[in-house]
């Protein structure tokens, strides 16, 4: 009886790690010429997230926990202000994203802005397109935060993003770290793959290898993470942005662990209802990543602490360039208190 239970249990097993590993391998990146004509073409029009380098601060440093050196860069409030706003970049791209908006937070005197290019993106990542564990962005944003009320007065922390940084914004509110943050702005917010809000591959820009994905998630669940590492999805980049001069600070794929650490938890409920301080969501009623009309009704089934506006006619990237978008945002922020 004992011999046959410990041959059904090897068995089973043998068929877990079998299927586990014939699914991780049973997919690979795509070449991205190839993944174009895949989409149809579609993807996002990322020509005005690069921003005008005559706006651009330098890139500053600082140390995360494990002593890795990160970059941001500090938009300076043009007025005495205890507010400090964190924006936190999209997929595939850098802190460069927020020029135009953080410049002008920045210039009209309502918070002191800050950007960092997340670990594994920009111009210098340690490991591009990885980190080292679930979770490090949020470790990595609370240290940034630390580290920069240490040298300026800072009553009201306010963490942003768009698109997957949104939602890693959503992630953070639900994590250990979320009592650093008095409000949250989320601009066309990634919720998951599987949320009302979100659109088939998010409307042609990401490319996941559901195979690889649900192979790794198999050994996960049993505590094995040796193959985190892996690439499990992939951006369609625009040729011109990869193929332009700043085409080697774009980030292209995306391994396991830090996909998973990109966006909120499995059960992206619970983290949204986690939002009980102030946040304002925007976005643009022609976004072709997300649907927008959908944000209010899923968010506000969770949490009450909430502002929405949708801009007409404004595509997912727009969002974050549209000088009424950055009034709303100036405003709001002008009116939380300290």
């Known amino acids: 009886m004992v011999k046959k239970l410990i041959t059904s249990i090897g068995i089973s097993a043998f068929i877990f790690f079998g299927l586990a590993i014939g699914l991780i391998f049973s997919q690979d990146l795509m070449d991205l010429s190839e993944l174009e ?28 926990r494990d002593g890795t050196q990160l970059d941001y860069r500090y938009y300076e409030s043009s007025t005495p202000t205890e507010k400090l706003l964190v924006l936190v970049h999209g997929s595939g791209w850098h802190s460069q994203q927020f020029v135009r908006m953080a410049k002008f937070i920045a210039d009209q005197g309502v918070a002191h802005v800050v950007t960092p290019d997340l670990r594994g993106h920009g111009y210098t990542p340690v490991k591009r397109g990885d980190i080292s564990y679930i979770g490090q962005f949020e470790d990595d944003l609370a240290d940034l935060i630390e580290s920069f009320k ?15 940084g949104g939602g890693l914004v959503v992630r953070f509110a639900g994590g250990d770290h979320s009592a650093m943050v008095d409000a ?11 949320a009302p ?27 094995i993470k ?24 774009a980030t292209l794929n995306y391994s396991y662990r830090l996909n ?26 022609a976004d072709e990543a997300f649907f927008a009309d959908k944000y209010e009704e899923v968010i506000s089934a969770q949490t009450s602490s909430g502002l929405y506006e949708i801009l007409p006619g404004l595509s997912h990237l727009q969002i974050v360039q549209d000088e009424a978008a950055h009034y709303l945002i100036a405003d709001w922020i002008e009116q939380l208190k300290s």
């Open 197 to 223: 809000t979100t659109r088939e591959n998010s409307g042609g820009w990401a490319r996941p290898l559901t195979r690889r994905i649900i192979g790794l998630s198999l050994l996960n669940s049993v505590g």
């Open 150 to 164: 240490k040298t300026h007065p800072t009553k009201t922390v306010i963490l942003g993003g768009h698109s997957s």
């Open 226 to 249: 040796i193959l985190n590492g892996l690439p499990v999805i992939q951006f369609n980049m625009p040729a011109m942005i990869r193929n332009g001069p700043l085409g080697e600070t």
């Open 184 to 194: 949250y702005l989320l601009m066309a917010p990634f919720l998951k793959y599987n």
């Open 260 to 285: 998973t650490a990109y966006a909120p938890r499995s059960d992206f409920e619970a983290d949204l209802a986690a939002l009980t301080q102030p946040f304002f969501l925007l976005a643009g009623s």
């Open 37 to 64: 004509d895949v989409s149809g073409g579609k993807g996002l029009d990322f020509e005005s997230q690069t921003g005008a380098p005559e706006d651009l601060p330098p890139r500053m440093k600082y140390s995360a």
